[in-house]
């Protein structure tokens, strides 16, 4: 078996076979087109480059997020190797990341010849569970038992 031609003994993933709990993903794929990058500002307060790829094999397609450095390491019509990526929800729609623990080697000979734009796994929106607990606050002011401040409730006897 050589180097330039991966095969699914080595646990490469489909595109088609992803889904939004998808982890430690091993997968070959075709960069179709690369979005403009724009600037985020993280929880930290630093501010980073972003940009999504639409990338994709002979199954289908899905959004890959590029962050910083990587943006300009990746063109379009290149072939990556990404190695332990992983899925998450962005406002519902499935995104592939790389992330810290993860990697992409760009591969000299690509094995996919034509990307199946019509099957994108982004497009398709899923229901997000909240990350925080949510509880209903109270309107107008009070606690949550719809008291004024200041107030406290009468217990009966």
């Known amino acids: 078996m050589s180097d330039k031609e991966p095969s699914e ?23 179709v087109s690369k979005s403009e990058v724009r ?17 994709g094999d002979e199954t289908g397609c899905v959004y890959l997020t590029l962050w910083d450095d990587n ?16 899925i998450n929800l962005f406002r519902g729609n499935m995104r592939l990341n790389i992330g810290k623990y993860g990697s992409f080697k760009l591969l000299e000979e690509s094995p996919i010849t034509e990307v199946n734009t019509e099957n994108n796994l982004s497009d398709k929106r899923y229901e997000q569970e909240r990350r925080y607990q949510s509880y209903r606050r109270p309107r ?5 038992y719809g ?5 406290r409730r009468r217990r009966r006897y």
Do not use: C, F, M, Q
């Open 71 to 86: 943006i300009d390491k990746i063109n379009e019509e290149a072939t990556l190797r990404i190695t332990n990526g992983y």
């Open 147 to 151: 008291e004024r401040r200041g107030y």
């Open 39 to 55: 600037n985020v500002t993280g929880r930290d307060y630093s501010v980073h480059r972003v940009a999504d790829a639409l990338v």
């Open 9 to 31: 003994s080595e646990g490469l993933v489909k595109v088609e076979k992803l889904t939004p709990n998808s982890r430690e993903l091993n997968l070959v794929v075709k960069v």
């Open 140 to 144: 107008y002011g009070g606690n949550r």
